[in-house]
């Protein structure tokens, strides 16, 4: 069963600080995505990888997949209250054959007090 | 342009209750995904659609039917309620793009059933 792993579940940082997001399985993906939702909203796609080792910035977030593509992680420096929310990775399910089903990581909810 | 549209936001049902869920989209998508979102689990399929007529099962489909006479429209419908159905429901599109691909959510519809 594929499974992606997310961690950690919760973080509540100080505007300014630093942080990184965790994305892990024991599975091989094609691709990785980010997904940012808000409340009362769905995901909002940041970005998406594709590339063992590839590293993709979005102004002062920085996404890396890893180079065995198993992994990725998400890295926002001087973190601002409008980058609270939950934070979801998510993997083509594997035999989709090109259905674009995905499985999600349980999230990660951020919490950047100003 | 609305993108994908839910209705209704919330909504409270009593066990044994039906209800559908309603899902439009406006960007003649041809794929369309319904997923349950609970508390630390992230986002489960439900059941998905390549397009017109032609629906299949995800991971989580027990309990919840669906139908796909149009392009635009993909609505859930849940037959005898029960609390294990209490959940924050999304519909997505795909877009597939000749680079990559992404998936459009509406807003959600948060059910309650008691």
Redesign the interface.
């Given at each position: 069963t594929q499974l992606?792993e997310q961690s950690p579940?919760f973080l509540s940082i100080q505007e300014g600080e630093n942080l990184t997001v965790y994305c892990n399985s024991s599975s091989v993906f094609s691709s990785l995505?980010w997904y940012r939702q808000e409340p009362?909203?769905?995901?909002?796609?940041l970005v998406?990888v594709?590339t063992g080792g590839e590293v993709k910035k979005l102004k002062r977030l920085t996404f890396q997949f890893g180079d065995a593509r198993k992994d990725s992680s998400l890295h926002i420096t001087a973190a601002q209250p409008g980058d609270t929310g939950l934070y979801?990775c998510?993997g083509p399910?594997h035999g989709s054959s090109n259905?674009?089903?995905?499985?999600?990581?349980?999230?990660t909810t951020l919490q950047v007090k100003p | 342009n609305a993108g994908v549209t839910q209705t209704p936001k919330f909504r409270i049902l009593k066990i044994g209750q039906s209800m559908t869920l309603q899902c439009a989209q406006d960007m003649n998508h041809n794929y369309m995904y319904w997923y349950r979102q609970d508390p630390g689990m992230g986002l489960k399929l439900i059941y998905y659609s390549v397009g017109a007529g032609i629906t299949d099962k995800g991971e989580v489909p027990n309990g919840y039917n669906v139908s796909r006479s149009t392009t635009e429209d993909f609505p859930l419908r849940l037959e005898l309620a029960a609390p294990s159905q209490t959940s924050v429901y999304f519909c997505a599109s795909r877009h597939r793009g000749r680079v990559s691909e992404k998936l459009f959510f509406g807003s959600g519809t948060q059910l309650s059933v008691l």
């Open positions: 992606l579940q995505q009362g909203e769905g995901p909002v796609l998406t594709v979801l998510a399910s259905t674009g089903k995905l499985i999600f990581g349980q999230g | -």
